[in-house]
Protein backbone atom coordinates (compact mmCIF):
# COMPACT_ATOMS: atom_id res chain seq x y z
CA UNK A 1 0.00 0.00 0.00
CA UNK A 2 2.93 2.55 1.23
CA UNK A 3 4.44 1.38 -2.55
CA UNK A 4 1.50 2.61 -4.24
CA UNK A 5 1.23 5.62 -2.26
CA UNK A 6 4.32 6.83 -3.11
CA UNK A 7 3.92 5.79 -6.74
CA UNK A 8 0.99 7.91 -6.90
CA UNK A 9 2.79 11.07 -5.12
CA UNK A 10 5.55 11.07 -7.65
CA UNK A 11 2.90 10.80 -10.74
CA UNK A 12 0.50 13.85 -8.87
CA UNK A 13 4.46 15.27 -8.50
CA UNK A 14 5.52 15.13 -12.15
CA UNK A 15 1.99 15.91 -13.94
CA UNK A 16 2.84 19.02 -10.99
CA UNK A 17 5.69 19.86 -12.84
CA UNK A 18 4.87 20.00 -16.04
CA UNK A 19 2.19 22.27 -15.76
CA UNK A 20 3.86 24.61 -14.06
CA UNK A 21 6.55 24.45 -16.82
CA UNK A 22 3.45 25.05 -18.94
CA UNK A 23 2.33 28.39 -17.25
CA UNK A 24 6.37 29.63 -17.28
CA UNK A 25 6.10 28.83 -21.03
CA UNK A 26 3.04 31.25 -21.50
CA UNK A 27 4.19 33.75 -19.35
CA UNK A 28 6.87 34.88 -22.12
CA UNK A 29 4.18 36.36 -23.55
CA UNK A 30 2.39 36.80 -27.36
CA UNK A 31 3.90 39.71 -29.47
CA UNK A 32 2.08 39.47 -32.50
CA UNK A 33 0.90 42.58 -32.27
CA UNK A 34 4.58 43.55 -32.71
CA UNK A 35 5.39 41.45 -35.62
CA UNK A 36 6.06 43.96 -38.77
CA UNK A 37 3.80 42.80 -41.02
CA UNK A 38 6.62 41.68 -43.49
CA UNK A 39 7.21 38.83 -40.29
CA UNK A 40 7.10 35.56 -41.36
CA UNK A 41 3.20 33.95 -40.30
CA UNK A 42 2.77 31.20 -37.61
CA UNK A 43 4.26 32.89 -34.18
CA UNK A 44 2.67 33.74 -31.09
CA UNK A 45 6.01 35.01 -29.93
CA UNK A 46 9.24 36.11 -32.08
CA UNK A 47 12.10 37.92 -30.66
CA UNK A 48 14.21 38.25 -33.18
CA UNK A 49 14.37 37.46 -37.03
CA UNK A 50 17.08 36.17 -38.39
CA UNK A 51 17.71 36.71 -42.31
CA UNK A 52 20.48 34.48 -44.30
CA UNK A 53 19.91 36.48 -47.67
CA UNK A 54 21.48 39.47 -45.85
CA UNK A 55 23.24 38.22 -42.76
CA UNK A 56 21.82 40.11 -40.41
CA UNK A 57 18.88 40.27 -37.77
CA UNK A 58 15.75 42.45 -37.10
CA UNK A 59 14.86 43.04 -33.00
CA UNK A 60 10.47 42.64 -33.13
CA UNK A 61 10.26 44.31 -29.92
CA UNK A 62 12.60 47.06 -30.35
CA UNK A 63 12.04 47.32 -34.35
CA UNK A 64 15.56 47.54 -35.49
CA UNK A 65 18.11 45.75 -37.26
CA UNK A 66 21.10 44.49 -36.10
CA UNK A 67 24.13 43.64 -38.13
CA UNK A 68 27.82 43.40 -38.78
CA UNK A 69 29.93 46.72 -39.02
CA UNK A 70 33.21 47.84 -38.48
CA UNK A 71 33.76 44.41 -36.06
CA UNK A 72 31.02 45.52 -34.02
CA UNK A 73 27.17 44.45 -34.17
CA UNK A 74 24.97 47.70 -34.77
CA UNK A 75 21.46 48.09 -33.63
CA UNK A 76 19.56 50.96 -35.82
CA UNK A 77 16.11 52.09 -37.06
CA UNK A 78 16.97 51.19 -40.91
CA UNK A 79 19.96 49.28 -42.18
CA UNK A 80 22.54 51.19 -44.33
CA UNK A 81 22.07 51.53 -48.52
CA UNK A 82 24.54 48.37 -49.01
CA UNK A 83 21.60 46.23 -47.95
CA UNK A 84 19.46 45.49 -50.93
CA UNK A 85 16.32 43.44 -50.65
CA UNK A 86 12.73 42.73 -50.20
CA UNK A 87 11.72 42.41 -46.57
CA UNK A 88 8.60 40.53 -47.78
CA UNK A 89 10.41 38.47 -50.17
CA UNK A 90 13.39 37.60 -48.05
CA UNK A 91 13.18 34.04 -45.75
CA UNK A 92 13.20 35.40 -41.97
CA UNK A 93 13.79 32.58 -39.58
CA UNK A 94 12.72 33.18 -35.76
CA UNK A 95 15.35 33.39 -33.32
CA UNK A 96 14.20 33.32 -29.66
CA UNK A 97 16.86 33.40 -27.73
CA UNK A 98 19.24 36.31 -25.93
CA UNK A 99 21.55 37.78 -28.57
CA UNK A 100 21.56 35.74 -31.00
CA UNK A 101 24.72 37.23 -32.88
CA UNK A 102 26.89 35.94 -29.91
CA UNK A 103 26.51 32.72 -31.87
CA UNK A 104 26.25 34.15 -35.21
CA UNK A 105 28.65 31.73 -36.69
CA UNK A 106 26.57 28.54 -35.26
CA UNK A 107 22.99 30.47 -36.49
CA UNK A 108 24.49 31.11 -40.28
CA UNK A 109 25.78 27.65 -40.23
CA UNK A 110 22.25 25.98 -39.67
CA UNK A 111 20.41 28.25 -41.73
CA UNK A 112 22.58 28.64 -44.61
CA UNK A 113 20.16 26.54 -46.40
CA UNK A 114 17.43 29.05 -46.28
CA UNK A 115 19.64 31.46 -48.19
CA UNK A 116 18.13 32.17 -51.76
CA UNK A 117 14.19 30.98 -50.02
CA UNK A 118 11.41 33.42 -51.04
CA UNK A 119 8.00 31.29 -50.37
CA UNK A 120 7.48 31.97 -46.60
CA UNK A 121 4.32 33.90 -46.37
CA UNK A 122 3.76 36.75 -44.52
CA UNK A 123 2.00 38.59 -41.93
CA UNK A 124 0.51 41.23 -44.62
CA UNK A 125 -0.83 38.41 -47.00
CA UNK A 126 -2.51 35.86 -43.96
CA UNK A 127 -6.34 36.51 -44.00
CA UNK A 128 -5.71 35.11 -40.38
CA UNK A 129 -7.99 36.70 -37.73
CA UNK A 130 -4.80 35.99 -35.44
CA UNK A 131 -2.78 38.59 -37.14
CA UNK A 132 -5.82 41.40 -37.79
CA UNK A 133 -3.82 43.70 -35.55
CA UNK A 134 -0.52 43.54 -35.68
CA UNK A 135 1.86 46.16 -35.72
CA UNK A 136 2.37 48.65 -39.02
CA UNK A 137 5.95 50.52 -39.49
CA UNK A 138 4.72 53.34 -41.20
CA UNK A 139 0.76 53.31 -40.30
CA UNK A 140 -1.50 51.19 -42.35
CA UNK A 141 -0.70 50.99 -45.72
CA UNK A 142 -0.72 47.47 -47.04
CA UNK A 143 0.07 47.89 -50.72
CA UNK A 144 2.48 50.60 -50.87
CA UNK A 145 6.11 49.92 -51.85
CA UNK A 146 8.14 47.50 -49.41
CA UNK A 147 11.50 49.21 -49.30
CA UNK A 148 14.95 47.72 -50.50
CA UNK A 149 16.63 48.76 -47.45
CA UNK A 150 14.31 47.54 -44.12
CA UNK A 151 12.02 50.36 -44.69
CA UNK A 152 8.57 51.34 -45.99
CA UNK A 153 8.83 54.48 -48.34
Not at 31 to 43: C, S, T
Not at 108 to 132: E, K, L, M, P, T
Amino acid sequence: MKKLLFAAAILFGCLSVKVADAQVHLSLGVNIGAQPEWGPVGYDHAEYYYMPDIDAYYDVPRHQYVYFDNNAWVHAGALPPRYHFDRYRTYKVVVNERNPWERHDAIRARYANYRGRHDQVVIRDSHDDHYRNHWHEDGDHRDGDHGDRGRDH
